[in-house]
């Protein structure tokens, strides 16, 4: 199982000088399983080079893509409008998301709606199946897709992809307990052979005044890996207004407290 990052950032996109290590495109991320199935988790502004590169690829046609999408806070979503495959009927979309089909596409015709964009949702050529996330699990292409609800405003899934005993977890936009750990999640992610998990502040940002904003630290992130024992825990969201350096020590820092701790990068290509 193949697992590429397109984007690692959260909140807003942030391209600079500073944050080329890490990259400046929001949430998105493909996993390609043993079968050649496309599958991406979210649409953020990474889905913009995925989606070129799909195109550029020329595999078979039809080619079938499955969007899973967490939740639909824009920095989720904002790259949807902006995927190339939905612009051929080459293609064939289906999207999970946590809401009802209809609420989907709804929510999505309105990144495409009025004075947002020059054309609407109703105009896209690839054909567009919506789906609800079904809250028991489902399989795709020998691969066993497992969910649940994160602590997050407006709700959020986590999702577990497994295949022939490798699996990855997202759990991108969470908030830690008050205290301790998230048990639920932790029993979730367990015995991952990797676990991407919310980053978004240090502890010191998030006790100043981020509480209750739905996002976690890398040091909740270590505490939740320790339950967990991910074979790798990867630090993803990563705030917008963190540079590569500072990023560089947060990592170091989780390093120190489970060592098998790494931060995603854009462009960063793991094989589970």
Partial sequence: MEV???GVR???PSPGRDKVKYG???????IRPRSGEIV??????GIKDLGDRIVSAGDKIPVRITLFLTHF????VIGFPFFAPLFSPDYEL???APDDPAETERYLGGLLAGRYFPIEIDDLKARRIFRKTPPEGLDLGGMRISNRPLRHPQGSLGYRFEEEGKSVVFATDTEHPASGIDEGLAAFASGASLLVYDATYTPEEYGAGK???GHSTWLAGTGLAGAADPGKLLLSHLNPDHPDDFVDGL???ARALFPRTSVARQGMNLIA
């Fill in 94 to 96: 289906t999207i999970y």
């Fill in 4 to 6: 590429q990052f397109w």
């Fill in 24 to 30: 400046g495109h929001t949430p998105c991320a493909s």
């Fill in 10 to 12: 959260g909140t807003f």
């Fill in 211 to 213: 509480r209750g904003w």
């Fill in 40 to 45: 991406i988790v979210d649409a953020g502004t």
């Fill in 251 to 253: 990592e170091a820092s």
């Fill in 73 to 76: 806070h824009l920095d989720h």
